[in-house]
């Protein structure tokens, strides 16, 4: 993949989320504890320098991001305007867990940031392990702030992605959760949001490009866009189309729910209450 993207080679190596390095590593701080209307919230934040250390690129090159999380959601936006990454997990046990037994539970739960290099580039691994995988009493909600981000690779379940101001190649695959896109940057690179539950909606800029098919197995698929397509097929389920004569294609499929893609002027503007 071009433009600091996650590199093709490196293929499925880069869905196994590797832990710490010694120099990469990041001290995890514990905030306490809140309560929450379903329990109690226990969260944990990362902050990492980026600025160049032990070979590892600066933000300042093209920087993707790899998370992994099987039990929620998944949120990253772009702040230009910082010189820090921020990750932010919360981490929240079920009130059918006896009180004194959830901080306990809590523990249970690894949660990891850091910054990695892929054929000189920066890439942020941000990844989550429970020690009670098939139990439902716990989920766990990242949100990733960070100054720039050229390349996404994003697997979740459990909760709703959201992509903010994001760049490069972007690779969604989610379970039982809505994708949402929305950047102002001109997307020419690969898409693809798939989820088996939930609405995905794709929101760009004119000037983006592409060989777009969207799907929806059980629901309704809308286009919308300024820059004229071309070779359309569209069915109240099934767009096909060609939009400023791309070749990267656009994939985007959910198993139940509906499919919205706009190119569109000021695309991070379009927020909707609910997903």
Not at 49 to 55: F, I, K, Q, V, W
Not at 74 to 96: C, F, K, M
């Amino acid at each position: 993949m071009q433009n600091g993207t996650l590199p093709t080679e490196a293929g499925p190596a880069l869905l196994r989320l590797r832990p710490f390095g010694a120099l990469a590593r990041v001290a995890i701080a514990a905030l306490g504890l809140a309560l929450a209307g379903c329990g109690t919230t226990f969260p944990r934040t990362f902050d990492i320098d980026a600025t160049p250390a032990a070979g590892i690129p600066a933000i300042a090159t093209p920087t993707a991001v790899d998370a992994s999380n099987n039990r929620g959601g998944v949120v990253v936006r772009i702040d230009p305007r910082l010189d820090t990454i921020h990750v932010a997990a919360r981490i929240r046990v079920s009130d059918r867990v006896e009180k004194e037994e959830r901080e306990a539970l809590a523990e249970q739960v690894s949660v990891w940031a850091h910054l990695d290099e892929a054929n000189g580039r920066a890439v942020l691994r941000v990844g989550v392990e429970s020690g009670r995988p098939d139990e439902d009493d716990h989920r766990v909600d990242l949100r990733i702030t960070m100054p720039r981000c050229d390349g996404v690779l994003v697997r979740a379940a459990g909760g709703d992605v959201v992509l903010v101001g994001v760049g490069g190649s972007i690779q969604v695959e989610n379970s039982r959760g809505a994708i949402e896109l929305r950047t102002a940057r001109v997307l020419n690179d690969p898409v693809a949001l798939f989820t088996d539950r939930g609405n995905i909606y794709y929101q760009a800029p004119p000037g983006s490009s592409g060989l777009f098919e969207l799907r929806s197995l059980d629901g309704i698929v809308t286009m919308a866009s300024i820059d004229r397509p071309r070779d359309v097929y569209a069915t109240r389920d099934l767009y096909r189309g060609v939009i400023n004569d791309g070749a990267n294609p656009v994939t985007i499929q959910t198993g139940e729910g509906n499919v919205r893609a706009w190119i569109r002027e000021d695309p991070e503007a379009l927020v909707r209450m609910f997903r």
